[in-house]
Each structure stands twice: as C-alpha cells, then as structure tokens.
C-alpha cells in the first residue's frame, strides 16, 4: 500500500497524555492517525468532564486533515460524559463519524466473552469506583483489581510499560474470566503479549482495543500480531456488527 492510500484517522487526545503514539506503534501499514490534542492536566473525575468543553472545536481541526474517521481517546472521559453524546458532538461539528475508547473497550469484552473481569488502572480512587459502577450496570463484575494510582496523565505516561507486568501478575492469582487494563494514556504496546501469556487469559487494553474498532469501522483487513489476541482477531467472528455512524 502506498502513501496515496493510506487510511487516515483523527484521534483526540488529552494534552497531558505521553502515549499517544501507542495506536500507531501497533498500527498495520496503511493506517495513519493524526492526533489533536484537548486540554487535560490532572486525572480526577472533574478533569475527565471538563475534557470535552471544546470538542468542537478540536474535533474541527481534525476534519481539516480530512480524515474519515475520529478516534475520541480517553477512557474515563468517554465513560463518564458517555459515548453518544461525544459522538453526536462531533458529528453536528464536523459530519464524521467517531468512535470513543469505552465503546471500543465494551465492544472487546463482549467480543472475548469477558464477564468476570480483573481491572488494572493508573486511576485515582474515584475513576476506579466510577468505571466499576459503569461495568457493573451492563452486567460486567470487576472481581479484582490493582493498579497505581496516578493524579496527573503525565505521571500515568512516565510508568515503565514494566510495570504492568507486575500488576497483571498479582491480578492473574484471580478467577476472573480476562484481565482490562484500563487507560489511553499508559505504555503498553512493549509487553501486552507478554502480559496475556502471563495472565493466561484474554487481555483487553484502551488504546488496543480503539485501535481494533478502528480497524472494524474502516473494514480494514490486516491484524498485526504481537499485541495480544484481541488485536490480532482471535475475536473477531464473535464481535458485533460495526459501520462507520
């Protein structure tokens, strides 16, 4: 595929955040994301709400790249301002269709039949509770969960993507049915196979899991390997439908 046909896809992303590459490090050849960035210092629930006060606008400097698809990447942000109102936005700003990290994550776990559910995070305490009341009303239970709690995206993006691995390893002695590792702004493209070998079950991480909706939505082929087995679609059979909207 050359450079005159490669798909291209706006991401939006929280301006304190260091791992906005993550999506393209993992990305097959053809797939380009540009990245805009929304204002976003600290990481409590007050941050995450105030992230969309100008998705207008920041959504519009995207379309001006005439990209056909806008990637909305903040998990918590999207979780708790919900997911059509984001994608409505940035509709009536810019006519493109969109899709936020919680629909991408949702969509994994129901894809690799994920019920029971092992939660690792960088969040504060509030995030945590927040996402697991959110996973509890569709019927998904967080029977474990770890993490390092983090009050600024930068101090999330500085973790050694390590780290993870040792979290994943306290929270594999769980029965949980897969392992989230919840978060946009974490490093995890270096270690996710590793995590899921460990784990031994399905791993399902934000920025992996936004960057196989965006490969459903574009009808794009290519699974690139090495990220863990949602990426490489060893769930793909049994995911729902998706179109671009």
Do not use: K
Request: glycine share 8%.
């Amino acid at each position: 595929m050359t450079a005159s046909s490669d798909r291209h896809v706006g991401q939006l992303y929280p301006s304190g955040g260091l791992a906005d590459d993550e999506v393209q490090t993992m990305a097959p050849p053809g797939l380009r994301f540009h990245t805009t960035r929304m204002p976003f210092r600290r990481t409590g629930i007050a941050d995450d709400l105030a992230l969309v006060r100008d998705l207008e606008a920041q959504a519009g400097l995207l379309a001006d790249a005439e990209v056909e698809l806008i990637a909305f990447n903040c998990t918590a942000a999207s979780l708790l301002v919900g997911p059509a109102v984001i994608r409505e936005r940035i509709a009536r700003a810019t006519g493109l269709a969109s899709v936020t990290t919680i629909e991408a994550v949702l969509e994994a776990l129901q894809a690799a039949g994920l019920r029971r559910i092992a939660l690792a995070t960088p969040y504060l305490p509030e995030v945590v509770r927040a996402e697991i009341d959110h996973l509890a009303e569709l019927g998904l239970e967080v029977v474990a969960e770890a993490g390092i709690p983090c009050d600024t995206p930068v101090r999330q993006g500085r973790l050694d993507a390590e780290i993870w691995l040792d979290v994943a390893r306290r929270l594999a002695e769980s029965d949980a049915d897969g392992l989230l590792l919840s978060c946009a702004g974490i490093r995890l493209s270096p270690v996710l196979g590793e995590i899921e070998r460990l784990f031994g079950r399905p791993v399902v991480a934000s920025n992996q899991a936004l960057l196989w909706a965006v490969l459903r939505r574009l009808a794009m082929p290519d699974r690139p390997a090495g990220f863990g087995a949602l990426l490489a679609g060893a769930f793909d059979a049994a995911a729902a439908p998706v179109a671009l909207r």
